[in-house]
């Protein structure tokens, strides 16, 4: 490799610990917002967070300690540059440890989803998804432990090592697969839940964002996977790949992060068109006292049904369709991230 084809590699890992600097103000900013909007949150929760932001705070000591030594102390040396520092070692065990807890979090809303009482009808069906879910799980887990391993044994960063190589590609293949596969899941589930149901459609409107959402973020780390798989086949002996290293864990952060920090949101917004929904769902109960006969009132559909009497009073009350609505949708806000989450 010429200098000059070292010294731009040097340039896209930079640009890409810049970025990776940005992503982690944005994340910091969202755990802030998150611990000021949910004081009362699950500790699990606030947990789960706590342990991401420790996550994504080494990731970036890791980060400005490789740059440091790759244009700082060590610029034009291709020498030493081409060992594996420590840094580097541990900044992909942190990577793998972040992926790993935001793809738990997200597959532990699927399990929700499935143990929902809608797919409790079905129970082969929560049963085969279930066991899909536990499956990714142990693919996961084991694909990383072997990527720590072999990054642990790696004896040049500059070089394309066949006993290494495979474990990038499947690694990062892996997590590809993971990402889609969650957000697939998601929204196949969201979708049914919603369809099978008589929700208002402001719930369905909401879930269509939390599914559309889904979708993105899934389809975005995927696609980042497969620009590192991509770069480091085309280019093994540089550090184009490192550009994406420094900024793929925020994404993962950021994106669970929102969805949290939406549930407020997405529950005003459902409770400004229930507001009204509420009102015309009302049905009043009139009596005839002179006929002997009671008439009820539905304020949103105008007729009038008789029934039969049973005091002469006016007495307002929520239909059926209007509690389950309410159940329905705040059972559709908790069992995505964002109500935890979505």
Known sequence: MSGHDFRNSLGAAFFGYVLGVVLYG???????????RYPNDALFRKVAITVLCVLDTLHLAFSTHMIYFFLIEHLG???TSSRPIWSLKALGIVQVLTIWLVQFLYLGRIWR??????????????????????????????VGLI??????????????????????YLGFGMTAFVDATIALCMSILLHVKVSGEDIWNSTNNVVTKIIRYSVCTGL?????????????????????????????????????????NARKGLRKML????GSNDI?????????HEHGVSFVVDSSTSP???????????TPTITHQVKAGKRQRDSVIDTVPVAKHL
């Open 220 to 260: 975005a780390t995927s696609l980042v996977s497969i620009i590192y798989i991509i770069l480091y086949a085309a280019r093994p002996s540089t550090l184009y790949y490192l550009g994406i290293e420094f900024s793929i864990t925020r994404l993962y952060t950021n994106s669970i992060l929102a969805m949290y």
């Open 147 to 168: 990527f720590i391993v072999k990054l642990i044994q790696i004896e040049s960063i500059l070089s394309r090592s066949k006993s290494f190589e495979w474990v990038v």
């Open 280 to 288: 015309s769902a009302l049905k009043f109960t009139s009596t005839d």
């Open 26 to 36: 944005i994340s910091i900013m969202q755990v802030y917002v998150f611990f000021i």
């Open 113 to 142: 989803l499935t143990s929902s009482s809608h797919f409790s009808k079905s129970k082969w069906c929560a049963f085969a998804i279930n066991a899909g879910i536990i499956m990714l799980m142990a693919m996961a887990i084991a």
């Open 77 to 79: 040396d291709f020498i």
């Open 304 to 314: 009038m049904s008789e029934s039969s009497q049973t005091d002469g009073r006016i």
């Open 271 to 274: 409770d400004m068109h229930h």
